[in-house]
């Protein structure tokens, strides 16, 4: 007799490391390896977040607070919201999963975009719900008519994308309020916010006052994109008090360590280093984006801190192993469903001129 695993695991996507893994990320940087691939802030956090890390370390004894109260409360406040809504989790991963799991049932549907977000088909894969695909409509952005079509009885989950990774494309909050007019009520509609903070088309907390209107919805969001905290895992949902409950029952009580929540506490107090991260960045994808234009390749309208390029006649993989032997790491479009692309982060200004220069020869 062999040992033998549950038959989901043949149904998990798997993922796929930005950069050579086995390396510390200081290691990769002090090697000149522009990690372009995963849509990291290329700015360190805010010192008080570092000072505030240093400050929990000498606690490790203890166990995290299972209710990460002083993060709760802070988003709350921040947010104008109250902490009985608002669920914090191990990066805004673990919350997706959690909400597949706490929803759906085998025979359940999960509908979202495609290409969306590498993580969203472990969501199926991992509940047994029937996994329903929406194709992306004109300028590779959400078709949210086609999506909210889709939606039927058996749909207890629907995620949306906004900016939609992988093709930076965002949608005001005025068409995500119209497209949840048309979303039947049963169904549950995760607005995976990621980056929002980047889009310049509204205000970044327009989306959340559809909350009032609409309970079946959850705002998520995330400390590793904006607030360059990814490595600590922390990400947060406001919505329903029931779906806060929901995603806390089927989960370990302790599933935010207590590092991460002295960092996002004291993250979410620097609104105005978002401000400037964000300054920062239009300004890389400005840049960017009119670079690669001027290669004659064409990019999507990005409102989020990385470009989603059509190569054109490029062999993608080609293209690949250039930037690869030039040092600079970026995504494949084949692998995110879409073969022909690449998906470029904005990194420093360096780092951008440098992807800009290697990129230009590789063209054919
Ligand atoms: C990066 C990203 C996240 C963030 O995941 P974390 O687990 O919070 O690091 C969530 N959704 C999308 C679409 C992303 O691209």
Known sequence: MTVTYAEKLARMPGYQAGVPTGQAPEAIAAG???????????????????????????????????????????????????PGNIAVGNGSCDLLLAAASALCEPGDEILYAWPSFSMYPYLPALTGAR????????????????????????????????????????????????FLEKVPAHVTVILDEAYIEFQTNDDPDASLDLTADFPNLVVLRTF??????AGLRVGYAIGSSNFRAAVDTVRQPFSVNALA??????????????????????????????????LGLAVSESQANFSWIDLGDSDEAAV??????????????????????????????EEDDRFLTALAPLLS
């Open 261 to 294: 929540q002295a960092a996002g506490a004291e993250a979410i107090l620097h609104q105005d280093d978002v401000l400037a991260r964000v300054e920062a960045t239009v300004a890389e994808r400005i840049r960017v984006q009119e670079g690669v234009t001027e």
């Open 224 to 229: 590793s994109k904006c607030y360059g905290l």
């Open 320 to 349: 690949l192993a250039g930037l690869s032997a030039a040092d600079i790491a970026v995504r494949a479009g084949a692998p995110l469903g879409d073969p022909g692309h690449i998906r470029v982060s904005y990194g420093t200004a």
């Open 32 to 82: 000149g390896i522009a990690q372009l691939a995963s849509n990291e802030s290329p700015r360190s956090p805010h010192p008080k977040v570092v000072e505030a890390i240093a400050r929990a370390a000498s606690s490790m004894n203890r166990y995290p607070d299972p209710d990460a109260t002083l993060l709760r409360r802070r988003l709350a406040d921040r947010y104008d919201s109250q």
């Open 131 to 178: 996994e329903v695909r929406v194709p992306l409509g004109e300028g590779d952005a959400l078709d949210l008519d086609a999506m909210a079509t889709e939606a039927t009885a058996a749909t207890q989950l629907l995620i949306v994308c906004n900016p939609n990774n992988p093709t930076a494309t965002h949608h005001p909050a005025t068409e995500i309020g119209a």
